[in-house]
């Protein structure tokens, strides 16, 4: 019997990338069928708190808010270390003064806002928009400073942008754990079986794409939004490793860390439910 499942992820290069063949079923997909939805992740995350989507990438900081329904899956996730989102202002301005500063961020539940509370450094207005918006925002002085994900960290120079504070360097230190930025939830009245099915479909599917990369690259380019293939690639290998095929006991402490951090600084207690399926 095909069972068919709503699958959303963002359209950046590691997502695509992951799920290439498993979207285009150049994999086994174990009388599975999934019907595909590319959106900004904070996008995601609201659709997500809707149970709009069977299964679906969202940010880490966002899991709190959506236990209740939804288990991690331990592969497709970003988690690692030398990845995480920059905060950026026209003038090399030194971290400490960024307290009272109006601070772009890409997303009220995304992680990278999240990080930004987390280290203390801001206690100033935060803007949200549309990631690809606060580069050009910042350098045209519409804020103080942004904090920026994805594909900024390789391109903010050629908007004029200074860095001020690497916010996964700054968790690295802290915690000595990888970052954990996304991850993959599916809906817990799915059942056990059907998680650890797609759990396994994600991780042929991320098998795929490195084994046939020129295959893949079409749809990864067609969803880049206009990115250079040199960003492309260097997006890809730094965002997909070893984490996004098995979180593993590491990236699975990672996620367990920075929710119960989460928590404390907004003060909501997390949902008494497993985590990852196979708790």
């Known amino acids: 019997m095909t069972h068919r499942l ?12 992951i799920f290439y063949a498993l979207a ?14 590319l959106a900004d992740v904070e996008v995601l995350n609201h659709q997500a708190g809707d149970r709009l989507l069977d299964v679906t990438k969202v940010s880490v900081h966002a899991v709190l808010h959506l236990l209740d329904h939804y288990w991690l899956l331990g592969s497709g996730g970003a988690i690692g270390r030398g ?12 971290a400490d003064d960024l307290r009272d500063k109006t601070v772009a961020v890409p997303g009220a539940m995304t992680t990278a806002h999240l990080l930004l509370g987390l280290t203390g450094l801001h206690r100033g207005k935060c803007v949200v928009m549309p990631f690809d918006r606060i580069m050009p925002a910042v350098a045209q002085g519409e804020v103080d400073a942004g904090v920026i994900i994805h594909e900024g960290r390789f391109t903010y120079g050629s908007f004029g942008l200074n860095l ?55 749809y990864v380019r067609e969803n880049a939004r206009e990115m250079e293939d040199e960003v492309m690639r260097r997006h890809i290998e730094m965002f997909v490793n070893e984490f996004s095929l098995d979180a593993g006991v590491e990236g699975k402490a ?22 990852f399926w196979d708790d």
């Not at 709503?6 to 990338?17: E, I, Q």
């Not at 905060?87 to 301005?93: N, W």
């Not at 504070?165 to 954990?180: I, N």
């Open 83 to 94: 990845c995480g989102p920059l905060v950026v202002a026209r003038q090399p301005i030194p």
């Open 24 to 37: 285009h079923r150049r994999i086994d997909l174990d009388a599975l069928r999934f019907t595909v939805s």
């Open 164 to 218: 001020v504070l690497d916010l996964g360097s700054w968790w690295e230190k802290t915690t000595g754990l990888p970052l954990p930025l996304g991850g993959i939830l599916i809906r817990r009245d799915l059942g056990r079986d059907l998680a650890r099915r797609v759990e396994a479909l994600i991780r042929s599917s991320l098998l795929f794409s490195r084994r046939f990369p020129e295959e893949a690259w079409p």
């Open 6 to 17: 709503k699958l959303g992820y963002s359209p950046c290069p590691n997502d695509t990338f």
């Open 254 to 275: 990672a996620v367990r860390y920075m929710l119960k951090a989460a928590s404390e600084y907004r003060k909501l207690a997390v949902p008494a439910k497993p985590l």
